[in-house]
């Protein structure tokens, strides 16, 4: 357990590779600038924070709370619970995220961080994994580093949703038939990004990714497979068991997460925040780019 200075804060690593569990907060807007440093830097140094029994947060006090790190970030095509900059996450109404990724890569400046509140969790079932996607890269031998530095991927909300989602729901299609791919994004990623904040090096993959640029389609899809495999390797990722009250947040430039899908009709509701991030920028300096934006359907009047 280590303490952050000036604070009370007490930091427990979950997992050898990602995640700690912080406690002695509770967590508001009226945190103070010692408090809000040692979470960021906690945050960067773990790239996952658990925070249990913050049942005081509504939406209104994680949005203020969130705030604190950076700006809110909209998501670009499914629209916020009413009123509020929080996305809801409804098992109930299609949104099962069980294939491994890192949030909104289908656009060039995706959030840096993602705060995600429990409603509703199931009695059994439902955790949520992250995985460390710098520690991924590090493992990698050095040949392999040398190879995915120079590489670029096209990142796409278009992407094969009955192949990553085997078991989904008429009501999972309708989800993502209807809203998640109202407009469509396609996106150029460097498949290495250094880290704004750790300079560390992290792999931009996960499934958003249609293919890697300048490789064939069969080379692409083997690539991405080997790299996902180091991904996620088990040695190289934290599971959580949620209980209602927890906040996790995560650093999203970092980590690639998987909401285990396992609660059958139970309801799993959480609630996220995200908040703006920077344009990724490659190991030789290159800035990541929207190539196409368009809307799949016509505007109402
Ligand atoms: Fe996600």
Known sequence: MSNFTNTSLQV????????????????????????????????????????????????????????????????????NKNGTNILELDSTHGSRADAWHTDLTFVDAYPQVSVLRSVVIPEVGGDTVWANTATAYESLPKALRNLVDQLWALHTNDYDYAAYHTNASSE?????????????????????????????????????????????????????????????????????????????????????????????????????????GDIPISVDGKRSVTQRKFKTIPEKV
């Open 172 to 276: 999972d299609y309708q989800y993502y038939n209807d809203l998640f791919t109202s407009t469509i994004y396609e996106t150029k990623h460097p498949v290495v990004r250094v880290h704004p904040e750790t300079g560390e090096r992290t792999l931009v993959l996960g499934q958003f990714v249609k293919r890697i640029l300048d490789l064939s389609l069969s080379d692409s899809n083997q690539l991405i497979s080997i790299l996902q495999d180091h991904i996620t390797k088990l040695e190289n990722t934290v599971r959580w068991r949620w209980k209602v009250g927890d906040v996790v947040i995560w650093d999203n430039r970092a980590t690639q997460h998987y909401a285990v899908n396992d609660y059958g009709d139970q309801t799993r509701v959480v609630r996220r925040v995200t908040l703006a």
């Open 12 to 79: 427990q690593p979950v997992a050898a590779r990602i995640g700690a569990e912080v406690r002695g907060i509770k967590l508001s807007a009226d945190l103070n600038t010692s408090e809000v440093s040692a979470i960021r830097q906690a945050l960067l140094k773990y790239k996952v924070l658990f925070f249990r029994n913050q049942h005081h947060l509504d939406d209104h006090g994680q949005e203020e709370f969130s705030r604190l790190f950076g700006n809110l970030y909209n998501h670009p095509t499914v629209p």
